[in-house]
């Protein structure tokens, strides 16, 4: 496969590593590069390639290893790493770097509601002493005087605004928010399907079809040509008999003939993977099975209402609907519901709200574009704090203005693990 590198990631990429290593006389480099965007974008695999393009030694954590049990792991972790890139530096002789991929994921906070966990903020602060000090970077329990040389250190993210504040402040932080246009589509799906022989043009209207995918998407499309002969394959040797014909067999690998890459098969497979990204956001099982899963808490205020059951769709426009609320109702224990004001939010989402104040949830808010859902990269709007329905929903009310021709979410948010139970979309832009 031919991989391309986008100019502009190339150049942004080299100017930090290549800076970082030069003495500019009364210059302060920011020894953080943190690269930012949609998910699936290309942000990591291209920094692989401009990596082995310059030779550069890349020292790797994930944010998956930014937590753990043990207070402290984490930020010693990124010292460690740290001081193996800066050994890296002095032992080889070659340009080494830090590499911090999905930062965010480990050591954000994603909204008002999720806490910085000690280790998240050993992190930040940690990253933050480690951008200040460069040269200076000792692990506990030991000292060493000597100055190490310094160390790029480049994180990717999706939300780098979830990271503490100060770390991503441009001194310590140079930030590059990496979106690919068409150009750059081209480019890049173009040496994906290098090996297939696809036309400039094909590539000009693969990607004129698919403009809102990501990078990602187009990696599975060529994976997904083969599922054909694979299934083909499959049949031949016996579903029962495949898994002695792949691993640890004797016999000579399969081999496949090339599969059928011509633009309109191309279109139509990616339609179905379309299908399938609509399918997974519309349908949103989860959080059918978290409603459920809230219906059944055992300690939930007799005084709540049923939670619904099932998600609703809006009709044409928006979902939100001038309405007169239900009327009130009596609970077993006597008590009656206070009659819900006057809103122009659906009756089902003001009993939603109503259902999780009472049984102490706090209700999350998230919006997101028409472009920008069908990636689903959602943005929190805000937390609601009030404890009182009618400054919720007012709350909610001026979100929906906020946000008007955008979708719009709520969920609750459980107390203590603040795990999201009955997230529902309530309002869809009207096209
Ligand atoms: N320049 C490229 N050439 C070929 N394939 C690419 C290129 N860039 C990205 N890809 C494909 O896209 C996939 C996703 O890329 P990558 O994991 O780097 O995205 P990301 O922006 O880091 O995503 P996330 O934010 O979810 O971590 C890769 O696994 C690869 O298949």
Redesign the pocket.
Known sequence: ?G????PRFLNKLAVHITKNFLNLPGVRVPLILGIH?????????????VFDLMGVEAVHISGGELESPDAGDPARLIRLRYREAADLIRTRGKMAILMI??LDAGAGRFDQATQYTVNTQLVNGTLMNIADNPTNVQLPGSYDDKPLPRVPIIV???DLTTLYAPLVRDGRMEKFY?EPNREDKIG?VG??FEPDELSKSDVETLVDTFLEQ???F???LRSRIYDEQILGFIESVGFARVGKQVVNSAEKPPSFKKPDFSLSHLIEQGKLIVNEQRRLQELRLAAAYNIGASNSQPNSSQDSAPAPTTQYERGNGSTRRNAEVDPPRQTSNGHNYSKPQATTIDSEVVQQVQTLLAQGYRIGVEYVDQRRFRTGSWQSATVIQAQDKSEAIATLESCLADHENEYVRVFGIQPGDRQRVMETIIQRPSR
């Open positions: 496969m991989y391309y590198i986008a965007g949609h998910k699936g974008e290309g942000k990591t695999f291209q920094c692989e390639l991929n999905d990717t993210g999706n990496w890049i040496g994906i990501s990078i990602d187009y990696g599975a």
